[in-house]
């Protein structure tokens, strides 16, 4: 008999994966008329989601997950997670974690033996979160971490996304390019992966034999809500725009170009944008900056099989991965 998922029970419902994780959960979005009929077909096939009367069948795993509903980017590497994992015969659930730690909190008892045989972490970026999965004896991979965790503290397999080659292959084009002016946009604290890309774009500087004015970079944190009004108020307070800006993400990069038409305040001929992970979320931006691409698809496989793997044999040398990313270069830099 084929292995229910919660792929399968989207197919079935002739829903999406987003609608189903929306019934699971008891999340808004959702008709009463269609939440009903996704618990019916889910207790049809056995499909263990609240009021659904028969368990699950085969081996199951969780991700674990902070605001997967944010982004379009995490929700398809969680798809084809899941798709993956189906393909194995394994079922996916679902474990939501804080974005940050406060005391007294306690792991999820769904990461428990008795519940899954391992985890994936995903968009956890909390250290004092990321230090209680680390200590779970749990098979574990991670994507991504925060630079004050060290990679054999995590006690798992991390997977990072490479990027710091990718920014400073960039950053360098600019330069040779005579823009010299150039600022970093991007909390250097929240992820080694940001940390990453200011490192390529410090070093494309240095190659050049050029030092970047710190003035123009924007590293420091910014609150989750907050963004946009923080680099407002960053790029208000420049005397003079700069040639370009070097945006850790795309969604870094939606938020500066909506400065600049909200405030109607007037670049050089000559100012660049550019962005990272080459996302379709943000049309300001979408396909018209150059970014680098992240095979979200095939990132999900490796994500479900490195756990896998984890899982049968869990004495194995853990591993720190660096997945590859390839530039998308656009006008004017095309």
């Given at each position: 008999?084929?292995?229910?998922t919660m792929q399968r029970l989207a197919e079935e419902a002739g829903v999406?994966?987003?609608?189903?994780?929306?019934?699971?959960?008891?999340?808004?979005?959702?008709?009463?008329?269609?939440?009903?009929?996704?618990?019916?077909?889910?207790?049809?096939?056995?499909?263990?989601?609240?009021?659904?009367?028969?368990?699950?069948?085969?081996?199951?795993?969780?991700?674990?997950?902070?605001?997967?509903?944010?982004?379009?980017?995490?929700?398809?590497?969680?798809?084809?997670?899941?798709?993956?994992?189906?393909?194995?015969?394994?079922?996916?659930?679902?474990?939501?974690?804080?974005?940050?730690?406060?005391?007294?909190?306690?792991?999820?008892?769904?990461?428990?033996?008795?519940?899954?045989?391992?985890?994936?972490?995903?968009?956890?970026?909390?250290?004092?979160?990321?230090?209680?999965?680390?200590?779970?004896?749990?098979?574990?991979?991670?994507?991504?971490?925060?630079?004050?965790?060290?990679?054999?503290?995590?006690?798992?397999?991390?997977?990072?996304?490479?990027?710091?080659?990718?920014?400073?292959?960039?950053?360098?084009?600019?330069?040779?390019?005579?823009?010299?002016?150039?600022?970093?946009?991007?909390?250097?604290?929240?992820?080694?992966?940001?940390?990453?890309?200011?490192?390529?774009?410090?070093?494309?500087?240095?190659?050049?034999?050029?030092?970047?004015?710190?003035?123009?970079?924007?590293?420091?944190?910014?609150?989750?809500?907050?963004?946009?009004?923080?680099?407002?108020?960053?790029?208000?307070?420049?005397?003079?725009?700069?040639?370009?800006?070097?945006?850790?993400?795309?969604?870094?990069?939606?938020?500066?170009?909506?400065?600049?038409?909200?405030?109607?305040?007037?670049?050089?001929?000559?100012?660049?944008l550019t962005g990272f992970d080459n996302s379709n979320e943000y049309p300001?931006?979408?396909?018209?900056?150059?970014?680098?691409?992240v095979e979200t698809s095939a990132l999900g496989k490796l994500l479900a099989?490195?756990?896998?793997?984890?899982?049968?044999?869990?004495?194995?040398?853990?591993?720190?991965?660096?997945?590859?990313?390839?530039?998308?270069?656009?006008?004017?830099?095309?």
């Amino acid at each position: 008999m084929p292995k229910i998922t919660m792929q399968r029970l989207a197919e079935e419902a002739g829903v999406s994966r987003i609608t189903v994780w929306k019934v699971l959960n008891d999340r808004p979005g959702v008709s009463e008329e269609l939440r009903q009929a996704v618990r019916r077909k889910a207790e049809e096939l056995g499909y263990g989601i609240p009021g659904a009367s028969a368990p699950r069948h085969g081996r199951t795993f969780s991700v674990v997950v902070a605001r997967p509903e944010s982004s379009i980017f995490w929700m398809n590497i969680i798809h084809h997670i899941a798709k993956e994992l189906a393909k194995q015969g394994a079922n996916m659930l679902y474990t939501y974690m804080p974005t940050g730690f406060h005391e007294g909190y306690t792991l999820p008892a769904a990461l428990s033996r008795e519940s899954v045989e391992g985890f994936l972490v995903l968009n956890v970026y909390d250290r004092h979160l990321l230090e209680m999965l680390a200590a779970s004896t749990l098979p574990k991979v991670f994507l991504d971490t925060v630079p004050t965790l060290h990679p054999r503290d995590l006690q798992g397999d991390l997977v990072i996304l490479e990027g710091q080659n990718r920014v400073r292959e960039i950053t360098a084009r600019l330069l040779a390019t005579g823009r010299t002016r150039l600022g970093f946009m991007g909390d250097v604290n929240y992820a080694q992966t940001n940390l990453d890309r200011y490192r390529g774009f410090l070093e494309a500087h240095v190659q050049a034999g050029l030092t970047p004015d710190p003035a123009l970079s924007l590293t420091e944190p910014l609150r989750l809500r907050d963004h946009y009004e923080q680099i407002s108020a960053f790029l208000a307070r420049l005397p003079q725009m700069p040639d370009g800006f070097v945006c850790a993400s795309d969604f870094i990069a939606s938020f500066v170009h909506r400065y600049l038409e909200e405030s109607c305040r007037r670049p050089p001929e000559t100012f660049v944008l550019t962005g990272f992970d080459n996302s379709n979320e943000y049309p300001g931006v979408a396909g018209k900056i150059t970014s680098v691409h992240v095979e979200t698809s095939a990132l999900g496989k490796l994500l479900a099989r490195k756990l896998i793997f984890r899982a049968d044999y869990p004495a194995a040398p853990t591993e720190v991965s660096y997945i590859g990313t390839e530039v998308v270069y656009r006008a004017p830099l095309k």
